[in-house]
């Protein structure tokens, strides 16, 4: 199966199996005018299996939700058809607006302005905590 | 230009260690020379802003800031302030910033007080926000052991009643966790038993601890017993309620097998589960607690307005 490279764009490398579509969700790369390829299940030396989005647009992206999904994807920067940049994303500290405090107890439940922010409890288990209330993020789709 | 965030106590962990003990000095200090602390907070102003119904933190505060030679202004109540008619929390403590220089601040929800510090150009000390923080109980319950056992570490502490919601509880281990070589003993009904993550806690700082639904059979051991409420409400069914509630109320009977320098406290305020005939034995330091918290909190004020 061939699908075209990008030449001046994003690629994001190395997305676990099966993960893309939380990528394509979490980005909102469903808002972009650009052409947006998700290949699923391709080979990988590193990992058996792998995910790719290929981006055809060099758009500004959210590291940190990239390294919340997944930390071990690369984001490839292409420009003029050259690799130009290469980034590896890591767990993030904090994460803002990526995901939504569920305690009906949290005062982000009743003062809809507020940032839905969460910090980083638990590096091995990938535990994140609401910074207002302490209640454990809600990690549909990821783990 | 922004200015840099004063400093604001949301929870115990946000003070260290030497700064718990450095508050618990000080309120040593105002217990031996009251005088020397009766201008300390002249012309300064405290301001408390209670979005539900307290009646002693609130006067607590109220009364620290007043000994300190301060002044205080708060809302009536909450149904009065300015929160009844929709206002955020950013724009309330924005605009008591340019009253008062420190906010003592309580709401019913969990995190409220982080927005309040996060927005406030004074120092918001958290009074309370639901079932979350309560620091100021925790400092007076430290200062209360540190006074009446003459430490905090080197202790059996007695943990009993509603352990699975008892926000005072949860922040005490936290913070009696910082002391060495003391033990823990819970006891709770297994409806109320200590939540999950805080048993991991506990495993995890390597501490000596066990669990008991039985008071009797901890009571010889302890050094300090911890009452909290039963509440009936937290049971799935009133039969389990009726069963366990008597045996979670501190009478003189149960007192018998107790040591002779037991200190037992409890956050107040009380329905029954400490008998009323338990008042006068000397082991009873339930409410010279409430004047530790109010020392607390003068130091803790003073702590955070920078003054020495």
Known sequence: ?143 | MNKPKPRSVVSILDLTTDEINGLMNVADDIENNPDKYREKCKHKILSTIFFEPSTRTRLSFEAAMLSLGGSVISTADSQSSSAAKGESISDTVKVISNYADIIAMRHPKEGAPVVGAMKADVPVINAGDGGHFHPTQTLADLLTIRRTKGALSNLVIGLCGDLMFGRTVHSLIEAMLRYPNNKYVMIAPSELRLPEYIREELDKAGVDWEETESLEYAMPKLDVLYMTRVQKERFFNEEDYVRLKDTYILDEEKLKTAKPDLAILHPLPRVNEISVSVDDDPRAKYFYQTLCGKQMRMALIMFLLGIK
């Open chain 1, 1 to 143: 199966m061939n699908i075209d490279g990008v030449s001046n764009g994003i690629v994001l490398d190395h997305i676990k199996a099966g993960k893309s579509m939380i990528v394509y969700d979490y980005l909102k790369l469903s808002k972009l005018d650009c052409c947006v390829a998700l290949i699923q299940n391709c080979q990988s030396k590193k990992f058996g299996r792998k995910d790719i989005v290929k981006i055809d647009e060099l758009i500004d992206l959210d590291l940190d939700v990239l390294g919340y999904i997944d930390p071990n994807i690369t984001v490839n920067y292409v420009k003029d058809n050259k690799l130009f940049e290469k980034k590896h994303v890591a767990l993030p500290e904090t994460l803002t607006n990526v995901i939504k405090c569920k305690n009906p107890r949290c005062i982000t439940s009743t003062e809809q302005e507020l940032p839905h922010i969460f910090k980083l409890a638990d590096r091995e288990n990938r535990v994140y905590r609401c910074a207002y209330c302490d209640a454990v993020g809600h990690t549909k789709g990821i783990k």
